[in-house]
């Protein structure tokens, strides 16, 4: 019997172990060329709290370690405008830009509750 609750205590440990390692307990991502952990080590690998994650179909993905939307949408505006786009408003999850004509919408996402992604089309920086 102790043998028995031993190797149920040993299992346990091996796939809390496996589940934290591997950052199973975050939600999912949208980005289907990431892991979870690769994310978490590119936030924890830099002193900025906006990280670039990829490019992927046509969209760069951001994260920002930031709780505060308002603080993450100056980000957010402060980078896009350095391209020329001018902010126009928020609706929702999407912040509106303008350039020449020409309307770029820059969608976020809640992650977890410190973390927000950033969805952008790629051409904002041409």
Avoid: C
Avoid at 4 to 25: D, Q
Avoid at 65 to 85: H, P
């Amino acid at each position: 019997m102790k043998k028995m609750l031993l190797t149920i205590g040993i299992i346990i440990i091996l796939v809390g172990a496996f589940v934290f390692y591997n950052k199973l307990y975050l939600p999912p991502l949208p980005i289907e060329n990431l892991s979870k952990k690769a994310v978490i080590e590119k936030i924890n690998d830099t002193e900025k709290q906006l990280v670039k994650l990829s490019n992927e179909n046509g969209y760069e993905w951001y994260v920002i370690d930031e709780r505060n939307i308002s603080v993450a949408d100056d980000m957010i505006k402060k980078m896009v405008s350095q391209n020329g786009w001018i902010f126009k408003h928020k609706d929702g999850n999407g912040l509106f830009f303008e350039r020449h004509g020409e309307n770029l919408i820059v969608v976020t996402q809640k992650w977890t509750g410190d973390y927000l992604l950033v969805k952008i089309p790629v051409n904002f920086n041409e």
